[in-house]
């Protein structure tokens, strides 16, 4: 099981908390670390103020030396696809070949009003994410000496030199995930290397994962090639004060966590790892609300490899 450590830094975050964040991480042996693609926070007051996901994750490129880095997920709204290409192509390259693109249709309606972001209707959004996806993989892998074009009613692309390459062949791995019924697989199946199910139960992960294969298979592709994950909330205690004090600092009720999340003793973190790579899961991504209590990050680590 991968474990990857994901973050929330629209809640208030420095990039200096971040980057003790992402160096514990690779320290501690984790897999991943990645972060939400927002600027506005959803609770709280938000100090000191929003960071960019994309800008963040160049200086940690530079900063750390393993563990791999990306969004959980990037707003189509926010960029537009051509520019989007060259950022993460950029990244990867300055990270040597870490980086990942979770992509997704935007959400958080409050978020592009603060920002002067347009938020077109739901079909509208994922109309662009299709086209996005498709315009990022196409300048990714278009064979060198070649020009791209795209033919595409939201972005079109005509005489685009095929200059804008990954270090990682192929192109950056990408992640789709949601609970959507039918458009949200279909893209994972077309064109993700991963499907994320995030803050679901077992019996709902599994269910989605059920689905993703399914529509793999309509598509002709081996439902073995798409790797599955899940994301989840972290609160981990050795004991139940310890496990009190986590979740009152995220403003959390110890037993909502229980139900909902990664949450209670090691032992009961485990089992529900467990049960969620019983589902199908071979990754997760565990949610950490607190960036400073570092401590939590290595009981976690600790608890899930025991």
């Known amino acids: 099981m991968d474990l990857r450590i994901f973050t929330e830094p629209q809640q208030g975050a420095t990039y200096d908390d971040l980057l003790a964040v992402a160096r514990a991480a690779e320290d501690l042996g984790y897999d991943a670390f990645f972060r939400s693609d927002h600027y506005l926070r959803m609770s709280g007051d938000g100090l000191p103020g929003p960071t960019d996901a994309w800008t963040t994750l160049a200086g940690l490129a530079r900063d750390t030396t393993r563990i791999r880095l990306g969004t959980l997920v990037t707003s189509a709204t926010f960029r537009l696809p051509g520019p989007l290409a060259v950022t993460v192509a950029g990244v990867d390259q300055m990270s040597g070949g870490r980086v990942e693109l979770g992509l997704g249709a935007g959400w958080f309606e409050a978020e592009h009003r603060a920002f002067g972001i347009p938020f077109p209707p739901l079909k ?86 059920a689905r993703v294969d399914a529509v793999c298979e309509e598509h002709g592709r081996d439902p073995l090639s798409l790797g599955h994950s899940a994301a989840q909330v972290l609160c981990v205690g050795k004991d139940e004060a310890t496990l009190r004090r986590r979740a009152e600092a995220i403003g959390r009720d110890v037993a909502e966590l229980r139900a909902n999340g990664l949450a209670g003793t090691p032992e009961e973190v485990r089992e529900r790892v467990g049960r969620l790579a019983e589902a199908g899961a071979s990754r997760v991504y565990l949610q950490v609300l607190d960036l400073h209590d570092l401590d939590h990050l290595a009981d976690a680590h600790a608890a899930l490899t025991a």
């Open 124 to 209: 509208e959004r994922f109309d662009r994410l299709e086209e996005q996806l498709a315009l990022i993989t196409g300048m990714w892998s278009a064979p060198e000496g070649s020009e791209y074009d795209h033919d595409g009613s939201n972005y079109p692309v005509s005489g685009q030199p095929a200059l804008v390459r990954t270090t990682q062949p192929g192109g950056v791995p990408i992640i789709v995930g949601g609970a959507g019924r039918r458009r949200t697989p279909s893209l994972a199946a077309r064109y993700a290397a991963e499907f994320n199910v995030p803050f679901s139960s077992v019996d709902e992960t599994a269910q989605l994962f």
